[in-house]
């Protein structure tokens, strides 16, 4: 157990839609970073958040936005989903910037 | 383009045998590499590398840092069958600390 909790485990939903994936750091760490991780793709990185600010941005898309708020939980929204947006979304933490990243269990997404 | 490329894609051996995996890059200000072993679930972490700490070692595994060859190896000696996993690289670089993930070796470790 990485100390990194990631809310739902599972989500199901229709293309078009909206949803919101939650993702609570370990206690102490300051950076969250996203990744999304599908069987074509591979990892990416998408978004990293350090004490409430956007640090650095990776391969995310439009429709996806996220923020971190003032007690470092995170949340990662989808909108306008596709079917390609079906994958594993997972957050990570650490300390800070450059430190090793401890990663959560993870939401599996998946658009009919 | 930034890039990590590792190989080989997927590896079979025997336990006990001793297996090294390779992952190169071609990024702009590399900071750090890392490497992830990931099972079934969420990556579990290995080693960070950088400038100041090009070899560390923890057990059977042991990985490099050649800075000049752009270059990492992970070695691991006297494999066992839950050394089976999906071994990813991955290369922080740039002042706005991108990271960007190689495809990943696929492991798989026979009794």
């Known amino acids: 157990d990485s100390g990194v909790t990631q809310t739902p485990k599972h989500l199901i939903t229709a293309t078009g839609q909206r949803v919101t994936l939650r993702c609570s750091p370990r206690?102490?760490?300051?950076?969250v970073y996203w990744y999304q991780q599908s069987l074509d793709q591979g990892l990416q990185f998408l978004i990293q958040?350090?004490?409430?600010?956007?640090?650095a941005k990776g391969n995310i898309l439009e429709r996806f936005s996220a923020q971190q708020f003032p007690d470092l939980h995170s949340e990662l929204n989808l909108s306008s989903l596709e079917l390609g947006d079906s994958a594993l979304y997972f957050c990570?933490?650490?300390?800070?910037?450059?430190?090793?990243?401890?990663f959560g269990p993870g939401t599996r997404l998946t658009v009919l | 383009e930034d890039k990590v490329v590792q190989s080989p894609l997927s590896l079979v051996v025997h336990e006990g045998d001793t297996v090294t995996l390779n992952c190169s890059y071609e990024?702009?200000?590399?900071?750090?590499l890392l490497w992830y072993k990931q099972e079934k679930k969420a990556p579990t972490f290995l080693f960070m590398l950088?400038?100041?700490?090009i070899e560390k070692k923890s057990g059977r595994l042991s990985s490099i840092l050649d800075k000049k060859e752009l270059s990492s190896i992970l070695n691991i000696t006297a494999t066992q069958t839950g050394d089976s996993a999906i071994y990813l690289c991955?290369?922080?670089?740039?002042?706005?600390?991108?990271?960007?993930f190689g495809s990943g070796t696929r492991l798989s470790i026979r009794p």
């Open positions: 958040y350090y004490n409430g600010e956007e640090r």
């Open positions: 991955a290369v922080e670089y740039s002042s706005a600390s991108k990271i960007i």
């Open positions: 990570a933490s650490s300390v800070g910037t450059g430190d090793t990243q401890y």
């Open positions: 206690s102490g760490d300051l950076s």
């Open positions: 990024v702009t200000n590399f900071r750090s």
């Open positions: 950088t400038s100041s700490g």
